[in-house]
């Protein structure tokens, strides 16, 4: 039987909507969207969601609404992630839209955040059967250790690109002892020991902004495809070494990425070092994915 499903990614520094209709084997995206809320612009290290960040998240979810409706959903499952549940005033968000909209909103914690990206990375018939999930996003950044197409480790740190943006100075380069400072952090978040994976697979994000720097096209969706790793190195050492400047005549970029790219890149050089990486991949799905599997499971 088909059925239609809705999902939103209420993200740090991106809403992103998701509707597809799904049967038991298939997959069919309806409509994808994303917009550039940014509730975490200005909202480090006090952890307070400005009223320009709540109305903007707001105005963008009316808009949403609007699409929900022209595909014939009603109730939509919206989850909110790392600004949320470190908000201060996350209950006066969460009061606004169901007020205005009538929808309810699921604050997740961390590792709840992994375990959905974790489901819906591995989704994708062309993921590897092990390896490490890597998602990172504005507040934090997941790590997912699988075997098998189990996972069997995982972690959510406290390190996202919009944290670091706050900590660092966004028009010139990384210093060195800007790189050595956030290295660090990663080295200091690791709670538990990982095991060494030979492949990392990116979901969504920047490793989609990878991809499209490397062949000036979009990542297929529901794909989950290898990156050259020298050509990868390369690319992410001249990312880490870039001025704001210089990203902002990159083409294939959203706006508001370029200027943070640089650190989700050097987080990405971190992860390959720190576990020996081999092959890269990029992945075109993550969290949404990972709600809708939910939303399936629940229903069967």
Not at 4 to 14: H, M, V
Not at 38 to 59: C, H, M, N, S
Not at 276 to 282: E, G, R
Request: aromatic share 8%; hydrophobic share 40%; net charge negative.
């Amino acid at each position: 039987m088909l059925v239609r499903y809705a999902a939103i990614d209420l993200g740090t520094n991106t809403f992103d909507l998701l509707i597809v209709d799904c049967t038991n084997d298939s997959w069919e995206v309806c409509f994808q969207d994303k917009q550039w809320v940014r509730l975490g612009l200005d909202f480090y290290p006090d952890k307070v969601l400005t009223e320009r960040a709540i109305q903007d998240a707001v105005d963008c979810l009316q808009g949403f609404k609007t699409v929900c409706s022209d595909f014939g959903v009603s109730q939509p499952k919206l989850i909110g992630t790392s600004a949320l549940r470190d908000a201060i005033n996350k209950a006066q968000f969460i009061s606004r839209v169901r007020d205005e909209l009538k929808w309810e909103v699921e604050v997740i914690s961390g590792a709840v955040e992994a375990s959905i990206v974790f489901k819906g990375t591995s989704s994708v018939p062309t993921c590897p059967n092990q390896g490490l999930i890597m998602d990172i996003g504005g507040g934090s950044t997941e790590l997912i250790r699988f075997e098998s197409e189990q996972m069997t480790q995982a972690l959510s740190l406290n390190i996202g690109v919009t944290r670091l943006l706050a900590e660092t100075n966004t028009s010139g380069t990384l210093e060195v002892t800007d790189i050595q400072r956030i290295y660090a952090q990663f080295d200091q978040a690791l709670s538990v020991e990982f095991d060494q994976s030979v492949n990392l697979i990116g979901s969504s994000g920047p490793f989609e902004t990878f991809y499209q720097l490397m062949y000036h096209k979009k990542l297929p969706q529901r794909s989950c495809l290898p990156l050259p790793m020298e050509a990868l190195q390369d690319m992410l050492e001249a990312l880490i070494t870039s001025t704001l400047d210089d990203r902002m005549i990159l083409e294939h970029v959203p706006p508001f990425r370029k200027k943070y790219l640089h650190l989700a890149a050097l987080q990405v050089q971190w992860v390959i070092n720190a576990f020996n990486i081999k092959q890269v991949y990029a992945s075109s799905v993550g969290l949404n994915e990972g709600i809708i599997e939910l939303q399936k499971s629940s229903e069967t």
